[in-house]
């Protein structure tokens, strides 16, 4: 008997998989709809304006894109295509926790930073890196862990360590912007920051969005996924345990 098809098809339940037949529903593609809509408010809406003179507000349209958009764009994708990511790995999916490490710290290193909050064009180009990682972090976790050519559990694996390294980069750089005791960007003053904070106070608000909001979309995602290899792993060895003499 082998317990990896039901608890693959439950582990792809829980991250809101559908089987991607001729006959999908469109209702069912609705993670796919909310993603672009949160794409949509956050690059049409007031923060591109507001992340010039704010860091918060800058930080708010990045954690927004990676985890927030991100993950339901991937969900959604994911179910309208399911064989276009069919021939995902485990492999992939570490290196895109690592790809996406890249891409945030590059971005958050104060020259490169500064640049793209007085540059509309270097603000285009760091979006689409930040969708571009996110998605592939959070396709690439969940694909491996839909796959059904025996790789379901070693995926699961893999998938979770992808999202909870993320996590646990996300989290560092949050509490180095949270507990910095100065303000590690010059756009703090050359910029106009938000009346309301001080540009430490600004760093320090965007530091707690990263942390809750980063942290914890892919710690959820890395623990759930989690959850279903420790599922997977019970059965298997029950049936090691019975099958023995």
Not at 73 to 88: D, E, H, K, Y
Not at 203 to 214: A, C, D, R, Y
Request: proline fraction near 7%; hydrophobic fraction near 55%.
């Amino acid at each position: 008997m082998n317990a990896a098809t039901p608890l693959s098809s439950a582990s792809g339940r829980a991250f809101g998989e559908a089987d991607g037949a001729p006959g999908l529903s469109p209702l069912s593609l609705w993670p796919l709809a909310l993603g672009l809509v949160v794409l949509a408010a956050l690059w049409l809406g007031p923060l591109p304006q507001r992340a010039q003179g704010s860091f918060a507000a800058h930080m708010v349209m990045h954690m927004g894109v990676v985890a927030v958009a991100a993950p339901l764009l991937a969900i959604g994708l994911l179910r309208l295509s399911p064989q276009r990511f069919a021939r995902v790995t485990p492999a992939l999916a570490i290196l895109a926790s690592f790809a996406e490490f890249a891409v945030v710290w590059t971005w958050h290193a104060p020259a490169l930073h500064d640049a793209a909050r007085t540059n509309f064009g270097l603000l285009l180009v760091e979006q689409a890196s930040f969708i571009g990682a996110g998605l592939f972090v959070w396709i690439t976790a969940i694909g491996t862990a839909r796959a059904g050519d025996g790789r379901g559990l070693g995926g699961r694996a893999a998938g979770t360590l992808a999202l909870l390294v993320t996590s646990m980069h996300m989290t560092l750089l949050g509490a180095l912007l949270l507990l910095s005791p100065r303000p590690l960007y010059a756009c703090a003053d050359l910029c106009s920051p938000a009346a309301r904070f001080t540009p430490l106070g600004d760093q320090q608000f965007g530091g707690v969005v990263m942390l809750i909001v980063g942290g914890s979309s892919y710690l959820i995602g890395g623990l759930a996924l989690l959850a279903t290899v420790l599922k997977e792993r019970a059965p298997a060895e029950s049936e090691t345990a019975e099958a023995r003499p």
